[in-house]
């Protein structure tokens, strides 16, 4: 309302009846009554926590932590007692520190509030410590990362600001105007932990002789250098009071002390910051107008080139102290900023551009404008739409100032929609409800009245198998990403579907073999209507089997819904689990519930949770992915990675950014056609991959060489183009990458016409395309998608081989899913299995390490290291004195001018940067970075998958993928020779901008869309050539196997099915051995080879 308020925390008094005169939000009256409060304490809702009958609280800091326009409560207090408030806006507070993820400091003491990790958001600084074992206290700090959507991540220990011994006060500043924020914490108390042999490093031995600690910030880490700095005062520091008191453009610190006796405040020290910082800075004081006098609550974006930095102006969120009323912010080398914005409290925007850096600058809210209350100019329409469609909800509001729009679905908060349209991609069941919002400004808040949404589906479009694979899809979508956990469920839905089919098919198991379970219905369970029965039976035994699989998947309430929407739309009741009898619901259940015995047993750990159960331990410490360079107890061994906010490729936020082996158990793994010699083992064993400083060094230092240049081309700006035409590249002999394309479009004679595009746009999309599907399906689902969208291709013919009369759409689903999802688990299993048992490092680990070596080229020269990298001019150089300094060749690596001798000497390769800082419109470009701060081209809260490299997944599974559809379809060629994907220009990429115009990929065969796949995996910078290749081969190899088993499981009883015209395709090379469908063809000479097969056998 324009008049500041107090808020008050009292430690150490009885949490009686008249707590709220110790713990007091005290509301200022305002117009009302000028310069008098009331205490609304109790009103509000905020009353403090109790420990026992006591309350302890230490600070509070008031920030508008979920940007919906009124300022939030953080309270630190002591004994576990800190609590996240909630404004709802109407005068009252909700706490929500459990769902939101924070309050789990142990003795809070000390706030500060900053956007630390520069993401927009605000984030939260409690100093804390913990008690330790045998009754050691320890530093244990929390940095509470905000994820949006009131949820927020403890990072302090991948920050490196876990520790600050006995902290009391906390303020974030810019100690040197580098942009990165630093940290100061005060500390002491006269105690001392008792002695331990071997106590935690985090102990807090003597904190009476303890000093104050400051942490210096760089990208994505903080370093406690306060000796360097300086700061080195012991005594029983509190206060801190960040201002420039000499007004020389960088700021200073007053520290508050108690003397020993912890009666009597000593002289204060001021610590003079002589930093002699080269960054430039801009010091904004505030006047308000409409909001309060002094402009506390005011948010602020400065935007220097491609970065912008967020900045909160509330000088009072500080214990026992605040800062000085002007909002420092450093710039760096920038002299000019771009745009600065100010979001002052009362929701007024202001703008201002081409600001001079190095000043003072006083900004006045706009003139005061008459408020006017929010009014719905136009409501949203409700109606019901096709799963899968698209939604937008538009609301349109008016009001004075721009109201906040807060949506709502069945009366809860929807915390991921922001601004006045809420946009859903593909409905799905989850979706169906009551949606409306409320419309918020100064002058009040109007609520729309709700639209109801509902959904549809067109049943008779697909068949019904086609139906529960989507089902399937969409929950996998929605789960954790694994791969061979997906593999495994997407086969075993496969089976049930197929079990079910032929059991409900007149005399089906005189024609086919079932895969798990075997039902007999009588002839009257057939009855009026064979079809319908067979359909109700599948979808029981689909329904049996997902709801278990997905019945603890972070996805479980969406799936759940899903489920029970499609048996609704299918007629049947989701809730009928009875296995007695033989109606057709009886016995889909018992063939469902029967896949999910058999199987529970099969080596994956189910029962588990997937758990390792293999008992695999990582050799290397993990990488801490924010912190320069890596330390290798075997360089050749995969090392996990530790993540300050680690997040799954669908979105999951993951409990811990440490990385666990994913799909760990596939070694014990039960598999469809794949040949075990040994537990743990596959056959054929294709070999270790090269070894640094082992056999094949040479070699696994050219791969590696190969993904940096593929890194170095992300680059958009980079005006080179190549043809990605099918009659230009790919149709590769097996396991190469030297194919020149198809000379003809063999449906059409005519050659194919030439598809120009930016080799950084090619790269990008390859790498994003591929990754886990456009929409996160993992690789075994992408491939589902594909078959799906061939399947439905008109020039498509559903003939089984390629010849003779067509398929039903069923039958053709049916034996399509059990061919390509058995190749797919077993692709699955080998892949994983080779990963447990090379465990082979992934690139950020081998360029970091490497790159931490030396260089290898120059024996004499300085740095020289055998296995460092080689030094290759514009892709890999040593950086010098000269090259780092201001204006040299490699002045983009320094992030710290005071230390421009530690970027001497240093590995650098031309790479991608990484994320921008605005990733919907910016790009992250190619440049010098140090090799021991390589990253691959990934979001940076993903960087690698959490598993080891050799063998690529992607290769594996996509090669195993395109050999089933060639023996399916009984030709390697996509319908009419020609499959694509369009990508709109700008519209596409997640990690970055792009692409730079439309592009759309095009392959001729199922083969070259799998190499393709493959490849990507470079582009990314998570595979090497060998893991790409090795798995292409060993893809090729489980699809045909995985092919003839399905094919013997129809054929069985028959006596064999003839395969004519079922072949897949290579090239022998000239005396070379050249591997074919898994089969080792020698030739002299060059030479087309076309396997035939005569089923079941080869």
């Not at 399937?472 to 579907?497: K, M, Q, Y």
């Not at 063999?746 to 930016?758: C, D, I, K, S, W």
């Not at 080229?857 to 020289?864: I, K, L, Q, R, T």
């Not at 605005?918 to 960087?943: K, S």
Request: glycine residues 10%.
């Amino acid at each position: 309302d324009g008049f500041l308020d107090i808020h008050i925390t009292e430690w150490g008094v009885p949490g009686s009846a008249d707590s709220h005169l110790h713990a007091t939000l005290l509301r200022n009256r305002g117009a009302e009554k000028p310069a008098h409060f009331i205490n609304v304490t109790a009103a509000s809702g905020l009353t403090q926590p109790h420990f026992g009958t006591q309350i302890y609280g230490f600070s509070s800091a008031w920030a508008d932590f979920d940007e919906d326009g009124y300022p939030d409560l953080c309270l630190v207090s002591d004994f576990g007692t800190s609590q996240l408030w909630s404004n709802n806006g109407d005068g009252t507070f909700t706490e929500g520190r459990a769902t939101a993820g924070v309050g789990t400091d142990s003795n809070g003491m000390g706030v500060a509030i900053a956007d630390v990790d520069r993401d927009g958001r605000l984030d939260i600084f409690i100093s804390s410590f913990d008690d330790g074992p045998d009754n050691v206290l320890v530093s244990a700090n929390r940095l509470y990362q905000n994820l949006g959507d009131r949820r927020f991540r403890d990072i302090a220990a991948p920050y490196g600001v876990t520790d600050s011994g006995w902290g009391w006060a906390a303020a974030f500043l810019d100690a040197d105007n580098d942009t990165f924020l630093d940290l100061v914490v005060t500390n002491g108390y006269p105690a001392v932990s008792p002695p331990r042999t071997n106590p935690p490093p985090n102990a807090i031995l003597d904190a009476a002789t303890d000093r104050t600690r400051f942490f210096k910030g760089f990208a994505g880490v903080m370093s406690e250098v306060g000796e360097t700095w300086g700061i080195t005062d012991t005594g029983f520091s509190r206060s801190a009071a960040i201002l420039d008191y000499d007004n020389d453009g960088d700021e200073d610190i007053v520290i508050g002390s108690l003397s020993r006796p912890l009666q009597a405040y000593t002289p204060w020290i001021l610590y003079r910051n002589d930093g002699r910082s080269t960054g430039n800075w801009i010091r904004i004081r505030f006047t308000g107008t409409t909001s309060n006098r002094d402009g506390y609550g005011a948010r602020v974006r400065v935007t220097t080139g491609a970065l912008t930095q967020t900045a909160l102006y509330a000088p009072t969120n500080a214990y026992i102290s605040q800062r000085e009323p002007l909002l420092h912010i450093g710039l760096g080398g920038a002299t000019t900023i771009d745009r600065l914005e100010i979001l002052w409290p009362n929701g007024a925007l202001q703008e201002l551009t081409d600001i001079p850096a190095n000043q003072i600058l006083a900004v006045t809210e706009p003139a005061a404008t008459t408020h006017t209350p929010p009014v719905i100019d136009a409501a949203p329409r409700g109606g019901t739409f096709a799963k899968g469609s698209p939604l937008i909800l538009t609301a349109e509001v008016s009001g004075s100032p721009t109201p906040i729009v807060t949506w709502f679905k069945d009366g809860v908060p929807l915390t991921t929609a922001a601004g006045h349209s809420l946009e859903i991609r593909h409905l799905h069941p989850i979706d169906a409800g009551d949606y409306w919002f409320t419309a918020t400004n100064a002058a009040g808040t109007v609520t729309s009245d709700p639209v109801h949404i509902d959904l549809t589906a067109d049943i008779a479009g697909h068949s019904v198998a086609r139906w529960w694979n989507e089902t399937l899809l969409d929950a996998i979508r929605r789960d954790t990403p694994n791969p061979p956990v997906h593999a495994r469920n997407l086969f075993h839905l496969s089976a049930a579907l197929w079990d079910a089919y032929w059991a409900f098919t007149p005399d089906g198991w005189r024609a086919a073999a079932p895969v798990f379970h075997r039902e007999d219905p009588p002839p009257e369970s057939l009855l009026p209507d064979p079809a319908a029965a067979r359909r109700e039976a599948m979808s029981h035994a689909a329904c049996t089997l997902l709801s278990a699989r997905f019945a603890h998947s972070p996805g479980a309430e969406a799936t759940r819904t899903g489920i029970r929407w499609l048996m609704r739309q299918l007629g049947y009741d989701p809730d009928n689990t009875d296995t007695s009898g033989d109606s057709p619901a009886a016995i889909g259940n018992r063939i469902g519930r029967a896949i999910l015995d058999a199987t529970l047993d099969d080596g994956a750990n189910e029962a588990g949770g997937y758990a390792d159960a293999t008992g695999y331990q990582s050799v290397n410490a993990p990488l801490i992915v924010a912190r320069p360079g890596t330390v290798m107890h075997d360089p050749n061994r995969w090392q996990p990675l530790s993540l300050s906010y680690s997040v799954t490729q669908n979105g999951i936020v993951q409990p811990s950014g440490l990385q666990e082996f994913v799909g760990v158990n596939a070694p014990l793994t039960r598999p469809f056609a794949l040949l075990r010699p040994a537990p743990g083992r596959i056959d054929p064993d294709p070999g270790p991959p090269p070894q640094l400083g082992g056999e094949g060094h040479a070699e696994l230092v050219a791969q590696i060489l190969d993904l940096i240049r593929a890194s170095a081309a992300l680059d958009p700006a980079d005006p080179t183009e190549i043809d990605i035409s099918p009659g230009a590249r790919l149709n590769n002999p097996l396991g190469t990458n030297d194919g020149t394309g198809h000379p003809v479009n063999p449906f059409t004679g005519q050659p194919y016409a030439p598809n120009p595009v930016l080799l950084a746009d090619y790269g990008r999309i390859l790498a994003e395309f591929w990754a886990d599907g456009p929409d996160s399906e993992t690789p075994p689902g992408h491939w589902n998608v594909l078959f799906n969208e061939i399947s439905d291709h008109p020039l498509t013919e559903h003939r089984y081989g390629g010849t003779g009369p067509r398929l039903s759409r069923l039958e053709w689903d049916v034996r399509g899913y059990l061919a390509l999802n058995g190749a797919m688990h077993d692709a699955a299993t080998a892949a994983w299995t080779l990963k447990w048992q090379y465990d082979s490092a992934r690139p950020i680990s081998l360029i970091r390490y490497i790159g931490g070596l030396g260089q290898s080229s120059e024996p004499d020269a300085p740095h020289y290291h055998p296995h460092g990298l080689p030094l290759i001019p514009d892709l890999i150089e040593l950086t010098t004195a000269e090259t780092v300094a201001p204006g040299g060749r490699h002045e983009q690596i320094v992030d710290r001018r005071d230390h421009l001798e530690d970027f001497a000497g240093r590995i650098v390769v031309r790479s991608w940067l990484g994320n921008p800082a605005d990733v919907p419109t910016l790009v992250g470009g190619v440049g010098w970075v140090l090799a021991e701060r390589w990253m691959p081209y990934q979001r940076n809260t993903f960087v690698t998958p959490a598993f080891p490299g050799y063998v690529s997944g992607h290769s594996t599974f996509s090669r195993a993928a395109a050999e089933v559809l060639t023996l399916l379809n009984g030709s390697p060629w996509f319908p009419g020779g020609l499959g694509s994907y369009a990508f709109p220009k700008h519209g596409f990429l997640d990690f970055e901008l792009g692409p730079s115009r439309d592009l759309e990929l095009q392959w001729a065969t199922y083969q070259d869309a799998a190499d393709q796949a493959g490849r990507s995996r470079i582009y990314g910078g998570i595979h090497i050539a060998a893991d790409d290749i090795v798995g292409r081969r060993l893809g090729a190899r489980i699809g045909l196997q995985a092919f003839l088993k399905a094919h013997a499981f129809r054929t069985a009883a028959l006596g064999g099915e003839r395969l004519v015209n079922v072949s897949t395709r290579g090239v022998a090379g000239t005396g070379e051995r050249t591997l074919i469908a898994g089969f080792v063809v020698a030739g002299g000479t060059s030479q087309q080879i076309l396997l035939r097969a005569v089923g079941p056998g080869l």
